[in-house]
């Protein structure tokens, strides 16, 4: 994962075809998609419950570029060693999720993967200033953690104003995380956001049979980034 502050698109698998998760990847890469990104969730952390290490190692094999592990679980540390093995380039882990942050962002390093957290809306950007040269990749949650095709919580774009100045030259990736459409995203790439998770707005109308629907929603997205 060589870094850099292009905008990069991160369908999020939440929102396709449970039953064909390997063919849905291999579409979704076709299509343009920059990065992979799974979301895991516990049913106590958030209101939902979805994959487990033994399904991102079996959708592994079928990601080419960089499979973004989002654990929505609490605890997280007992499972990072489970998850890396799957086959995680970033494991993030939530501010709120444990109390120790530093700890598990060590972790994450120690397995080998890049080090992500994320920050529900209600979290300050402030959260993270002490950890800042322990992390890879800060996600903002731009909508409650737990279900998809929720409405954009515009607060979220000062917070990514005020990461990115924390941040300064530093490499690490600000991730948005919720309600991303062509509307939304030249809004939070101009505040600082490099990464884009989007679920519904690439999955809306497509299908392993139709992948070009994935393909001209995502260039929906970055047209709307680029004259934005």
């Given at each position: 994962m060589d870094f850099n502050r292009n905008v990069k698109i991160a369908?999020?698998?939440?929102?396709?075809?449970?039953?064909?998760?390997?063919?849905e990847c291999e579409a979704?890469?076709?299509?343009?998609?920059?990065?992979?990104?799974?979301?895991?969730?516990?049913?106590?952390?958030?209101?939902?419950?979805?994959?487990?290490?033994?399904?991102?190692?079996?959708?592994?094999?079928?990601?080419?570029?960089?499979?973004?592990?989002?654990?929505?679980?609490?605890?997280?540390?007992?499972?990072?060693q489970a998850f890396a093995e799957a086959g995680a380039d970033v494991l993030t882990v939530h501010v709120e999720a444990g109390p120790h942050l530093h700890r598990s962002l060590q972790a994450v390093r120690a397995l080998g993967?890049?080090?992500?957290?994320?920050?529900?809306?209600?979290?300050?950007?402030e959260a993270i200033e002490y950890v800042l040269d322990d992390i890879d990749l800060i996600c903002v949650m731009t909508v409650n953690p737990g279900f998809g095709g929720q409405s954009f919580i515009e607060a979220q774009v000062e917070k990514v104003r005020r990461l990115r100045t924390l941040v300064g030259d530093r490499p690490v990736h600000i991730e948005i995380d919720g309600g991303v459409t062509p509307e939304t995203a030249p809004r939070v790439v101009a505040a600082g956001a490099d990464v884009l998770v989007a679920g519904s707005a690439?999955?809306?109308?497509?299908?392993?049979?139709r992948p070009e629907v994935y393909g001209?929603?995502?260039?929906?997205?970055?047209?709307?980034?680029?004259?934005?």
């Open positions: 369908p999020s698998i939440l929102s396709a075809d449970f039953a064909a998760f390997g063919a979704i890469e076709a299509q343009g998609a920059d990065w992979v990104h799974v979301d895991v969730m516990d049913g106590h952390f958030v209101p939902n419950l979805t994959f487990g290490p033994a399904m991102v190692k079996a959708i592994r094999p079928h990601v080419k570029t960089v499979m973004d592990v989002h654990l929505m679980i609490s605890p997280a540390d007992p499972y990072l993967c890049k080090a992500g957290v994320a920050l529900n809306p209600a979290t300050p950007a690439v999955f809306k109308g497509g299908s392993v049979g001209a929603n995502m260039r929906a997205i970055r047209a709307a980034v680029e004259a934005g």
